[in-house]
């Protein structure tokens, strides 16, 4: 593990896997800073929140998800934000309960405002006491988390 400016990341390969952002570092900075809505008022310990930012990725969108509910951890929340998809996104993730996604699944809709706002969106919802972010045509190694 090594910290990576207040996130922790793991290095595997060279390459940084699971950066996430603990907020009891920053409780008593939020507490002096009212104007900080990201941050939830009260959070879950150990629970990772994922926030998956998505945009006209229906072909790929599903195999994201898959890849965060095959992680070992057993305390995860999935935040996925559907950017104002033009295809056929949107009812690939209305269908998820049918295909019986095992964690917590809290889907978000928003106009096009870009991948930004959609990972700001999902991180506004989020109650785990760490986020992650993955993008909708990435997929997580198993035991990544």
């Not at 507490?31 to 930012?53: D, H, K, M, Q, Y």
């Not at 006209?56 to 998800?65: C, D, Q, S, T, Y």
Request: hydrophobic residues 40%.
């Amino acid at each position: 593990m090594k910290d990576c400016g207040g996130s922790v990341a793991e290095e595997r390969g060279g390459i940084d896997f699971a950066c996430a952002m603990t907020f009891r570092g920053i409780e008593e900075a939020a507490a002096s800073a009212p104007g900080r809505p990201w941050l939830p008022e009260a959070f879950t310990p150990g629970l990772v929140s994922v926030v998956i930012p998505t945009y006209n990725r229906a072909g790929l969108v599903v195999k994201a998800i898959e890849s965060v509910n095959a992680q070992s951890w057993p305390s995860l929340e999935i935040v996925v934000v559907d950017d104002g998809s033009e295809d056929q996104t949107l009812d690939v993730l209305r269908s998820l309960p049918e295909l019986g996604c095992g964690r917590i699944l809290g889907m978000r809709e928003q106009s096009n405002q870009g991948v930004s706002a959609a990972r700001n969106h999902g991180t506004r919802s989020c109650t785990g006491e760490f986020i992650m972010y993955l993008d909708s045509d990435d997929t997580l190694v198993p035991d990544a988390i």
